[in-house]
């Protein structure tokens, strides 16, 4: 199952974007689902996560800032980035192990991706 992103652009510092993650198949069948990113010249990092009830995780970078959720209904999890800053400037993904359900804190362990999403903030 790959999963791919959407809905990144260009933003000044302090403004809003929503990024969609779809999947083929139903989101509820899938399980947690990871978002990822990677700016220039660094590692790919997770960033948050929610779990197939619901429950979200962030990393402190973007705790109180991002909001992850998800729709079942629509094959879909969104992350919604407020008050973004030029170092949230990064192509962005979204992941699951389909073989477990599961999204893992070291991106290294996901085999595959999907195409990720350019999200540009200027100052």
């Known amino acids: 199952v790959q999963l791919q992103a959407s809905g990144g652009g260009a933003v000044q510092a302090g403004g809003s974007l929503r990024l969609s993650c779809t999947a083929p198949?139903?989101?509820?069948?899938?399980?947690?689902i990871g978002w990822y990113r990677q700016a220039p010249g660094k590692q790919r990092e997770l960033i948050a996560g929610i779990s197939i009830d619901g429950t979200p995780i962030y990393v402190d970078s973007v705790k109180g800032r991002f909001t992850v959720s998800r729709d079942n209904a629509k094959n879909t999890v969104y992350l919604q980035m407020n008050s973004l800053q030029p170092e949230d400037t990064a192509v962005y993904y979204c992941n699951v192990d389909p073989g477990t359900g599961k999204f893992y804190r070291d991106p290294s362990w996901h085999a595959y991706w999907g195409q990720g999403t350019q999200v540009t903030v200027s100052s």
């Open positions: 198949t139903s989101t509820f069948s899938i399980g947690a």
